[in-house]
């Protein structure tokens, strides 16, 4: 294995910030799970690189072996080289760098709606929380953490990869223009209603909000039902993401 070049250092680094990922149209994934998931997902890899005192670094290592399948370039990286690339406090050893795919909406499918969920653990949860409820389609609006961010991945778990992650500049207008025809319902603080009594028939677009302000107003006038979760507790509301699977198990009764 070749050893990894500054030039390329550079460009693994510079994926840290999104304005360079949307710039390169690249993205890193870190760790062998979700470099596991990819291969099997047959997601292109431009190239892997592995700590050289790290287990995927071994000639016999499974990933090595799938990596070299796929025809993925490896390159390796001293441990103080690997730890300056990676995202992590503590470095799982392998990361690759790979293209992020081009989605399309499909009016037929429903779609979550992510008006402003800023934290990128959350918007990777919300993400794998879908897809294990069926749904595979998000819809991400402004303020809303880049899904192909590095710490949006991980707590997707590989749950990105099998999901189309549409990002708009104007959520009113994505409606308008791709989910013109589906029933909107969206989680409010203080809505008359109980998500409990919503019913809903799909394809559908199901809104969460930011997790200090929930719903913008102008998303919150196109709701056709806006809905609450009661709780027993003394807590002001849940996490958007403990929201969304709450959500989300209720809609996929309906799907």
Not at 8 to 21: A, D, E
Not at 24 to 37: A, Q, V
Not at 64 to 69: E, K
Not at 222 to 244: F, R
Request: hydrophobic share 45%.
């Amino acid at each position: 294995m070749r050893e990894l070049s500054a030039s390329q250092q550079k460009l693994v680094r510079s994926l840290h910030r999104k304005r360079r990922r949307d710039e390169h149209n690249l993205c890193f994934i870190e760790g062998p799970t979700l470099c596991e998931e990819a291969l099997r997902r047959s997601m292109p890899l431009e190239f892997a690189v592995v700590d050289q005192s790290g287990p995927a670094a071994r000639e016999d290592a499974d990933i090595r072996r799938a990596l070299s399948a796929a025809s993925v370039d490896v390159f390796t990286a001293a441990p103080n080289v690997f730890a300056r690339i990676s995202d992590t406090s503590t470095p799982q050893g392998i990361l690759a760098v790979m293209p992020r795919p081009r989605m399309q909406a499909d009016a037929a499918a429903s779609v979550i709606v992510l008006d402003g969920v800023a934290d990128p653990g959350n918007v990777g949860t919300i993400i794998r929380t879908a897809l294990w409820f069926g749904f595979r389609q998000i819809l991400l609006g402004p303020g809303s953490a880049d899904p192909w961010g590095p710490k949006a991945l991980r707590a997707g778990m590989g749950a990105t990869f099998q999901t189309a992650t549409i990002g708009t500049d104007d959520i009113p207008s994505a409606f308008a223009a791709h989910f013109g025809g589906q029933r909107r319902c969206g989680a409010v603080l203080g809505a008359k209603r109980r998500l409990a009594d919503i019913e809903a028939t799909p394809p559908m677009s199901i809104v969460m909000g930011n997790e200090a302000q929930g719903i913008s107003a102008a998303v919150r006038a196109l709701l056709d039902e806006s809905y609450e979760i009661p709780g027993a507790g003394m807590l002001e509301s849940l996490n958007v993401a403990a929201a969304s699977a709450v959500s989300l198990y209720h809609f996929s009764q309906y799907t």
